[in-house]
T-cell receptor, first 116, second 117 residues
Framework: KAGVTQTPRYLIKTRGQQVTLSCSPI?????VSWYQQTPGQGLQFLFE???????NKGNFPGRFSGRQFSNSRSEMNVSTLELGDSALYLC???????????????FGQGTRLTVV | AQTVTQSQPEMSVQEAETVTLSCTYD???????LFWYKQPPSRQMILVIR??????QNATENRFSVNFQKAAKSFSLKISDSQLGDAAMYFC??????????????FGQGTELSVKP
């Protein structure tokens, strides 16, 4: 069974540009969540999509947006990049049901974004 | 709002010894799940162990076990017979009710564990 796939693995962008990151969840998983990981702030929740709808959103500016397609693949977009957006962006997929066995989040290897 | 606190930024253990990583959390929910994730240098987050709040019995997975104290809101991870491959960053995470929070995970700041041969 294929795991969570994030592309690209590494990105270097210039301030002011925009960027799109992609996440392909495990087959059958309908929930995709995005997290930003930085040395200073740790792991912070960006948003979650479930069946193409944003189910929850973290405390990030509107420059951060996302979407989910009918095949559950998700993209996140960051517009007008700032130096502080440099981070590891992690995607996680899960069944996200109430049954304990469906609560596990499976993570991708992340996209390392560097803004210069 | 829920919070997760890991008060030990770094821990060290001798190979084959036992180490305990601490985690406390704050919530007003009664239905929630707690997790320990491991993040090695490859940055791949791996689930180590899961605990359902409604279960009084502490979860165990081979050399990994937890001490879940619901009233004290404490959730520590014990690693027995530590191995070199256990060296990693360990994160404690909270997930609330799917109806209130969806699949959102709230993470602690992490504990960097080193294992000495």
């Amino acid at each position: 069974k294929a795991g969570v796939t994030q592309t690209p693995r590494y990105l270097i962008k210039t301030r002011g540009q925009q960027v799109t990151l992609s996440c392909s969840p495990i087959s059958g998983h309908r929930s995709v969540s995005w997290y930003q990981q930085t040395p200073g702030q740790g792991l912070q929740f960006l948003f979650e999509y479930f069946s193409e709808t944003q189910r929850n959103k973290g405390n990030f500016p509107g420059r951060f947006s996302g979407r989910q397609f009918s095949n559950s693949r998700s993209e996140m977009n960051v517009s007008t990049l700032e130096l502080g957006d440099s981070a590891l962006y992690l995607c996680a997929s899960s069944l996200a049901g109430q049954h304990p066995l469906s609560t596990e989040a499976f993570f991708g290897q992340g996209t390392r974004l560097t803004v210069v | 709002a829920q919070t997760v606190t890991q008060s030990q930024p770094e821990m060290s253990v001798q190979e084959a010894e036992t180490v305990t990583l601490s985690c406390t959390y704050d919530t007003s929910e009664s239905d929630y799940y707690l997790f320990w994730y491991k993040q090695p240098p490859s940055r791949q987050m791996i689930l180590v162990i899961r605990q359902e709040a409604y279960k009084q019995q502490n979860a165990t997975e081979n050399r990994f076990s937890v001490n879940f104290q619901k009233a004290a809101k404490s959730f520590s991870l014990k690693i027995s017979d530590s191995q070199l491959g256990d060296a990693a960053m360990y994160f404690c995470a909270y997930r609330g009710s799917i109806y209130n929070q969806g699949g959102k995970l709230i993470f602690g700041q992490g504990t960097e564990l080193s294992v000495k041969p």
